[in-house]
């Protein structure tokens, strides 16, 4: 196979125009797939889906950057579906055809139900392969052949290791949240994967922020994809009222109930950096006569499940997260977003603060903010372009002055340096520098020229995914 030159500079991606597409009869999406949006009561395509579903179509790389609750799921499985409609062939054992390749477990378990959701009408086999649960009967799902594989990195590892996944018939590679895969970590595992994939595919990445690093991996891994950006890279949505709290950390627990005895919360999401702190912030909740809940990574699938669904359905009002748990989180009418610890990562506010103000709803995002955390502030506020307002909480004895009081635009004079950590999936912190994300963008680079195989772009061409030749697959 002819070698590939590796990219050293980020794609230079063509800037896909903006369609006016006001129905999804105007894609010309196979009927079956029309029948189904009708029953769910899908009207009219969002921004993301209109730019992005008719790219899909014509065969093009895509980088898609958009927030959370932007209908990006459907962007990409819409025209898939479409494709494997198009074009029927049974599947060889142990194959797939599309692999959608996701963060977390919860993530991965939505993308799939998407997938059966729009694809009820049609014959297409799907799977699941996450940790947390056995392995056995996804081994077993796997046996005949599936359409679409949606996988969480370390368990499509663990198959492929097992000769019980064959990824050499990929027709297309999804890559969902392709900036949270960096910050927890996966960027190597997902370069191990890419280096097993055939070298014609059509490849889509879609992610909220758009780092270096990704950027760099981009460029390994497309061929002259269409940029598709319904907002700009780390923008935070116009409908969520954003304030921030000053605080002492010792104070942060007492805030936090006033806070939401004061304010009228429908469905909140409080994040906390550690595993062991949502479950004490819980643990301070009820205590204070507060219902809540933890969804984290040392709870179990079942439990993480169970803890979901009662807040999907309103059971549990107040879900405390870890982020990595809560990536999966892809739930509707959550009024609040209150970060108990501030992210000292700054694209992980705007992850966070997306959970609300979905769907064209309004919403409010909180912060409360200790004195180390200052200089996490000041790094999101350069990266979403705004100023967050501010307000005092004065610590007292048996409360706290009034939460609104002293309102004014966070602007310190003087703050300690905060010591910045970076977690680690497991819940461990490691120290972070400025250099990080360099360091992450030579590292995947370099990763990716040792490891994957040349795409031939001159068998590449332009146009709908050709249907594979039989002998492709044995």
Do not use: W
């Not at 494997?84 to 939505?110: F, M």
Request: proline content about 5%; aromatic content about 4%.
């Amino acid at each position: 196979m002819r070698a590939l030159r590796i990219m050293r500079r980020p794609p230079q991606c063509v800037q896909k125009k903006v369609f006016s597409l006001t129905s999804f009869h105007d894609f010309r999406l196979n009927n079956a797939i029309t029948r189904a949006l009708a029953e769910e009561k899908y009207l009219a395509p969002t921004p993301i889906q209109a730019q992005t579903i008719p790219t899909v179509m014509a065969g093009r790389d895509v980088i898609g950057i958009a927030q959370t609750g932007t209908g990006k799921t459907a962007a990409f499985a819409l025209p898939i579906l479409h494709h494997l409609a198009a074009y029927a062939r049974p599947v060889p054992r142990k194959s797939c055809r599309v692999l959608v390749l996701s963060p977390t477990r919860e993530l991965s378990g939505q993308i799939r139900d998407r997938f059966r959701t729009y694809g009820r009408h049609l014959r297409v086999r799907t799977a699941l392969a996450i940790g947390g649960v056995s392995m056995g009967s996804q081994v077993r799902a796997l046996l005949g052949g599936v359409d679409v594989l949606v996988a969480t990195p370390g368990r499509l590892i663990d198959l492929v290791r097992g000769n019980a996944l064959r990824l050499d018939g990929i027709e297309c590679f999804v890559l969902d949240e392709a900036d949270r895969m960096l910050d927890m970590g996966f960027i190597e595992d997902v370069g191990k994967i890419v280096a097993k994939l055939p070298a014609v595919r059509q490849t889509l990445m879609f992610s909220a922020t758009m780092p270096r690093a990704i950027e760099q991996f981009a460029a390994s891994m497309l061929r002259d994809p269409v940029r598709v950006a319904v907002a700009p890279p780390a923008s935070t949505a116009e409908r969520i009222r954003q304030r921030l709290i000053r605080v002492e950390r010792a104070a942060k627990p007492g805030v936090l109930i006033e806070l939401l005895r004061r304010e009228t919360v429908d469905r909140g999401l409080i994040f906390t950096r550690t595993k062991r702190g949502a479950d004490k912030v819980v643990r301070g909740l009820v205590r204070a006569g507060i219902a809540a809940d933890a969804i984290h990574g040392n709870k179990s699938q079942n439990q993480r499940e169970r803890v979901l669904a009662a807040f999907r359905k309103g059971a549990t009002r107040i879900l405390v997260a870890t982020d990595i748990a809560a990536r999966g989180i892809d739930v509707d009418g959550i009024s609040h977003v209150i970060n108990f610890d501030v992210p000292n990562v700054p694209e992980t506010y705007v992850h966070r603060i997306g959970r609300t103000a979905r769907a064209g709803a309004d919403g409010t995002a909180i912060s409360l903010c200790d004195r180390e955390e200052l200089a996490f502030v000041r790094d999101i506020e350069r990266l979403i372009r705004m100023s967050i307002t501010a307000n005092e909480a004065g610590a007292a004895t048996h409360g706290h002055e009034p939460l609104g009081a002293n309102t004014r635009s966070l602007r310190p004079a003087a703050a300690t340096p905060a010591k910045r950590t970076r977690q680690r999936p497991g819940g461990a912190a490691r120290k972070r520098d400025h250099s990080t994300e360099t360091t992450a963008a030579m590292a995947s680079v370099a990763f990716m020229r040792r490891h994957v195989p040349a795409r031939d772009t001159a068998a590449i061409e332009l146009g709908p995914i050709a249907p594979p030749k039989e002998t492709a697959h044995g």
